[in-house]
């Protein structure tokens, strides 16, 4: 197993920046992060394999871009151009299983405690 924790949350207006990271325990297969509103399921943001290039939930793309340090086993997101609809609470998730599918959350057998992300109008 791994464990992961988040750091990076706060608030910000729309159109500002954060950048969101993500420390893992050990090298993994698969890591990414996903978020969630009070009374809706959790939703997938951004994630990759360890040896592949990120995939991107529509709703981010060309906003968010996802990258990891396999060095240090950390993942970074920065979020750019932020809208009011990106205030969630964002995981991170991640996986040494091969089995993992990106934008499945049931597949991650590891996750985070959360961040807060809060984009004002």
């Known amino acids: 197993q791994v464990q992961v924790s988040e750091s990076g949350g706060g608030s910000v207006q729309a159109g500002g920046s954060l950048t969101l990271s993500c420390a893992a325990s050990?090298?993994?297969?698969?890591i990414g992060w996903f978020r969630q509103t009070p009374g809706k399921e959790r939703e997938w943001v951004a994630a990759?394999?360890?040896?592949?290039?990120?995939l991107y939930n529509p709703s981010v793309k060309d906003r968010f871009t996802l990258s990891w340090d396999d060095a240090k086993n950390a993942l970074h997101l920065s979020m750019n151009s932020l809208k009011p609809e990106d205030t969630a609470v964002y995981y991170c998730?991640?996986?040494?299983?091969?089995?993992?599918?990106?934008?499945?959350?049931?597949?991650?057998?590891?996750w985070g405690q959360g961040t807060q992300v809060t984009v004002s109008s």
């Open positions: 998730a991640a996986d040494v299983n091969w089995r993992c599918l990106l934008a499945r959350a049931d597949t991650y057998n590891n």
């Open positions: 050990r090298s993994i297969h698969c």
């Open positions: 990759l394999y360890r040896s592949g290039s990120p």
